[in-house]
């Protein structure tokens, strides 16, 4: 597995390598929620009353955020090589 955020992540999601994420879950008792978020990809913001439901919202942000990034990224450019003989 490889973690998304660290370098080359989107190449080895092409490559079909399966990615990991680290989510950050507080539990808002004032609100009666809980909260996940992911330095790994920004964006991801998702708040449920269960962990369970957290965790299928989770889910389904991170694949539309991946799919979004993954689109609007630019394929890294092609290595120029030189032979000398």
């Known amino acids: 597995m490889y973690r998304i955020g660290f ?3 989107t190449i ?3 490559l079909g390598v399966r ?3 680290r989510v950050d879950v507080i539990e808002d008792t004032d609100a009666g929620v ?3 978020t ?3 990809l920004p964006g ?3 708040e449920a009353p269960d962990i369970e439901a957290l965790t299928s919202e989770i889910h389904a942000t991170a694949r539309e955020l991946l799919e ?5 990224s630019i394929s890294p450019p092609v290595p120029k090589i030189a032979v000398h003989i």
């Open 7 to 9: 370098p080359l992540w």
């Open 12 to 14: 080895a999601s092409r």
């Open 19 to 21: 990615l990991s994420l």
């Open 34 to 36: 809980y909260i996940g």
């Open 38 to 40: 992911s330095s790994d």
């Open 44 to 46: 991801l913001v998702c």
């Open 68 to 72: 979004t990034r993954l689109q609007q």
